[in-house]
């Protein structure tokens, strides 16, 4: 497994930018499919959005498409979240992950998570 660490997390209001980040150990970041997902209070986990090794795909949920871009790093063992135009309802905790076995494997490893409050 791998050590990911988020942040960048915080307030902001409505309308308004975050970049999270996540930080991977290890010397096999670039093997892998990195994704981000979130969970407000009382709610299931939510997937966002993914990235392949090479950064050069994406995929997102249709709830921050056009809102939300994944980048990576992989010099810096580092993938990236930008959030724009953010809303209330993107209020959650971000988490990223990592996916092994391609673009549908299962998600084998997670982040501790960090906080996004956007106030209205």
């Known amino acids: 497994q791998v050590q990911l660490v988020e942040s960048g997390g915080g307030l902001v209001q409505a309308g308004g930018s975050l970049r999270l980040s996540c930080a991977a150990s290890?010397?096999?970041?670039?093997?892998?499919?990195m994704g981000w997902f979130r969970q407000a209070p009382g709610k299931e986990r939510e997937f966002v959005g993914d990235?392949?090794?090479?950064?050069?795909?994406?995929y997102y949920a249709d709830s921050v498409k056009g809102r939300f871009t994944i980048s990576r790093d992989n010099s810096k063992n580092t993938v990236y979240l930008q959030m724009n135009n953010l809303k209330p309802e993107d209020s959650a905790v971000y988490y990223c992950?990592?996916?092994?076995?391609?673009?549908?494997?299962?998600?084998?490893?997670w982040g501790q998570g960090t906080q996004v409050t956007v106030s209205s």
């Open positions: 992950a990592r996916r092994i076995g391609g673009r549908t494997g299962p998600w084998d490893s």
């Open positions: 290890g010397r096999t970041f670039s093997s892998y499919t």
């Open positions: 990235i392949s090794w090479n950064g050069g795909s994406t």
